[in-house]
């Protein structure tokens, strides 16, 4: 910045030669970045970067000692500041979006308007795809069908013709791909070892299958294979539980399955072996954990199923 101060400023009345000095207008030094230049009576600096405003006090001052002050304020223009960094965008192809930038994006330290220009961070125009409206200051269109990433720019720009910009990212993704009907085991039941003469209970968690589509699942189980036990052996549908009471002579190891089926006729098989070991003391525990039983299956809707399934 320059300014001289014009040669008309100060004029003496008996025409005697006239001194200029220069402070501010409490009798301060001028501020470091403002330096006044006596002999061309010029001011000169380079303005910080910060908006400020300084009363500058100019003394005029002829031969005989007799003076006269002359006070104009300086001030420092701020570029608009960034109060809001707009966050980085995510759209997914294909779909529509808008995005408007809140009012408080950017604050100017004077309060002057603001006006908005959008452009890619290097400087060329938006896509097509992408329409920036400086009238609401928002974005919209529809992403296109491939992905991709823009950097948008936007500047902010006062009446001063001060600017700031902002940058964020906008990326266009694929869509979330659609799940397709299923039905997993995703938590497999262990393999099990039961007494004789012992009752048993055994919840499978409600975690034991999961449905890609969340539909609602029903239940039924099978034994598969090894030594009979449809005879003492139930399964609740409704809480998912097998349940019964082992005979003191049971021997071996049988295959269960327990078997998920949703309304889209997905199925899912549980499988786990039961293996049965003799009781040490010989003494039955069987009580009232037989209670409630619920109807067997019957050994012939097995081979049914296997048939059917495989």
Excluded: C
Excluded at 7 to 34: I, M
Excluded at 172 to 189: D, L, S, Y
Excluded at 193 to 199: F, K, N, P, S
Aim: proline share 8%; no cysteine.
């Amino acid at each position: 910045m320059s300014l001289p101060l014009p040669t008309n400023t100060f004029t003496d009345p008996t025409g005697e030669k006239l001194t200029y000095t220069a402070t501010q207008q409490n009798g301060q030094p001028l501020p470091s970045w403002l330096v006044f230049n006596a002999v061309t009576d010029s001011f000169s600096g380079t303005a910080p970067n910060t908006a400020e405003t300084v009363d500058v006090k100019v003394t005029a001052t002829d031969t005989s000692g007799l003076s006269v002050s002359d006070v104009f304020l300086a001030a420092i223009l701020g570029p608009p500041a960034v109060t809001d960094q707009t966050p980085n965008q995510t759209w997914t192809e294909g779909k529509t979006f808008s995005l408007t930038l809140p009012a408080n994006t950017f604050t100017d330290p004077q309060g002057e308007a603001l006006t908005y220009t959008a452009t890619q961070q290097n400087g060329q125009a938006l896509p097509g795809w992408l329409v920036f409206n400086p009238t609401t200051d928002s974005f919209s269109g529809t992403a296109p069908s491939t992905a991709q990433t823009v950097d948008i720019k936007v500047t902010a720009t006062d009446t001063s013709g001060l600017a700031t910009p902002e940058v964020f990212d906008a990326t266009v993704q694929a869509a979330a791909a659609t799940p397709k009907p299923g039905i997993a085991v995703t938590a497999p039941t262990p393999s099990q070892v039961w007494t004789d003469g012992e009752a048993v209970a055994l919840a499978l968690p409600a975690n034991t299958f999961t449905d890609a589509l969340g539909l609602k699942m029903t239940f039924a189980a099978y034994e598969i294979g090894g030594p009979n036990v449809t005879s003492w052996l139930y399964f609740n549908p409704a809480t998912d539980e097998l349940f019964g009471a082992v005979p003191m002579s049971m021997r071996g190891t049988v295959e269960l399955a327990v078997i998920a089926t949703d309304s889209q006729h997905m199925i899912a098989e549980d499988l786990f072996s039961v293996t049965f070991a003799p009781n040490p003391s010989g003494h039955t525990g069987i009580g009232a954990a037989t209670l409630g039983m619920v109807t067997p299956v019957d050994s012939s809707q097995v081979a049914a199923l296997l048939t059917l399934h495989g």
